[in-house]
């Protein structure tokens, strides 16, 4: 669980630092592009894949091509997302995407659900849905044209890299260098990009915010991999685990950093995820 618990402190830091850098007037298309970057980078570092003896034939190319074009792509319709049907619907479609994923481990990975698993997972996805309605506002967002495509993309696309992100670890040594691979491929069409829509590779403060976004993607992918990779055989700890801390985790830095105010349904919600971890905790034991 520790390594669950990381990985969704680095994918909170990594909202939070987008947060704060889109208020500071940064441009994130291009952080995004530049995020791969360093990611990409830091993966051939920690992960030293043999990228000079790739095996053509061994290599999932098809793996590499969806989740290099999925993993910038989710990023932009995640701020189109936000953008058309608002902050509160986004993070529904966002965090509710455990249900897909939840399904693929007991449909596709043939999970064995026990008691105590499931009433974690009930009261996990209770007090996810606690919380995110209780940041509703008196003024609503009025909903702009596609924004139910935009929201039933992010909905779909985030379960979609949990389960490749969960099949990706089962290729043994050719793991890292399929890995290695995606950043990279992801890179290169984000630099693309950005290149035609802002008619540059990106300004300095953008590049170095880039890049230290890199560092917090590349620590959450990773940890969240290797936590797959250690739990094998129980996938849905690790969806629905790293789901419920990401929003658990996300209100409390809401209520520290940006002084929001704690209502009833999201103290609510709070206890319920706390006791849910509790119970995947024990499940996993």
Same mark, same amino acid.
């Given at each position: 669980?520790?390594?669950?618990?990381?990985?969704?402190?680095?994918?909170?830091?990594?909202?939070?630092?987008?947060?704060?850098?889109?208020?500071?007037?940064?441009?994130?298309?291009?952080?995004?592009?530049?995020?791969?970057?360093?990611?990409?980078?830091?993966?051939?570092?920690?992960?030293?894949?043999?990228?000079?003896?790739?095996?053509?034939?061994?290599?999932?190319?098809?793996?590499?091509?969806?989740?290099?074009?999925?993993?910038?792509?989710?990023?932009?319709?995640?701020?189109?997302?936000?953008?058309?049907?608002?902050?509160?619907?986004?993070?529904?479609?966002?965090?509710?995407?455990?249900?897909?994923? *939840?399904?693929?481990?007991?449909? @596709?990975?043939?999970?064995?659900?026990?008691? +105590?698993? &499931?009433?974690?997972? /009930? %009261? #996990?996805?209770?007090?996810?849905?606690?919380?995110?309605?209780?940041?509703?506002?008196?003024?609503?967002?009025?909903?702009?044209?596609?924004?139910?495509?935009?929201?039933?993309?992010?909905?779909?696309?985030?379960?979609?890299?949990?389960?490749?992100?969960?099949?990706?670890?089962?290729?043994?040594?050719?793991?890292?260098?399929?890995?290695?691979?995606?950043?990279?491929?992801?890179?290169?069409?984000?630099?693309?990009?950005?290149?035609?829509?802002?008619?540059?590779?990106?300004?300095?403060?953008?590049?170095?915010?880039?890049?230290?976004?890199?560092?917090?993607?590349?620590?959450?992918?990773?940890?969240?991999?290797?936590?797959?990779?250690? *739990?094998?055989?129980?996938?849905? @700890?690790?969806?629905?685990?790293?789901?419920? +801390?990401? &929003?658990?985790?996300? /209100? %409390? #830095?809401?209520?520290?950093?940006?002084?929001?105010?704690?209502?009833?349904?999201?103290?609510?919600?709070?206890?319920?995820?706390?006791?849910?971890?509790?119970?995947?905790?024990?499940?996993?034991?």
């Amino acid at each position: 669980m520790e390594l669950i618990f990381a990985a969704a402190l680095c994918s909170v830091a990594v909202s939070i630092l987008l947060k704060i850098c889109k208020e500071k007037g940064f441009n994130t298309f291009q952080m995004i592009a530049w995020n791969y970057a360093a990611a990409s980078i830091l993966c051939y570092l920690w992960f030293k894949p043999d990228l000079q003896h790739i095996s053509v034939q061994q290599t999932p190319w098809w793996l590499i091509l969806i989740l290099g074009i999925l993993l910038p792509s989710i990023f932009l319709c995640l701020a189109k997302s936000l953008q058309t049907a608002g902050i509160l619907k986004t993070e529904i479609a966002q965090r509710l995407s455990v249900v897909l994923s *939840l399904s693929a481990a007991y449909f @596709i990975f043939q999970e064995q659900f026990s008691q +105590l698993k &499931v009433i974690g997972i /009930v %009261l #996990g996805l209770i007090g996810v849905i606690c919380i995110l309605v209780s940041q509703r506002t008196a003024s609503q967002n009025t909903e702009k044209p596609y924004a139910i495509i935009y929201l039933t993309c992010v909905w779909v696309g985030y379960a979609l890299i949990d389960v490749l992100l969960k099949y990706t670890t089962g290729l043994g040594l050719q793991f890292s260098v399929a890995l290695n691979l995606v950043f990279i491929y992801s890179f290169i069409l984000s630099i693309l990009y950005t290149t035609v829509r802002n008619k540059s590779i990106g300004t300095v403060k953008d590049v170095l915010a880039g890049l230290g976004l890199g560092i917090l993607n590349f620590a959450n992918i990773a940890l969240y991999v290797k936590a797959h990779m250690l *739990l094998k055989d129980t996938p849905a @700890i690790v969806f629905a685990g790293m789901n419920i +801390l990401v &929003v658990l985790f996300g /209100v %409390l #830095g809401g209520l520290i950093i940006f002084k929001e105010k704690l209502k009833v349904w999201t103290g609510l919600g709070l206890c319920m995820s706390i006791v849910s971890v509790l119970c995947l905790a024990y499940a996993m034991a």
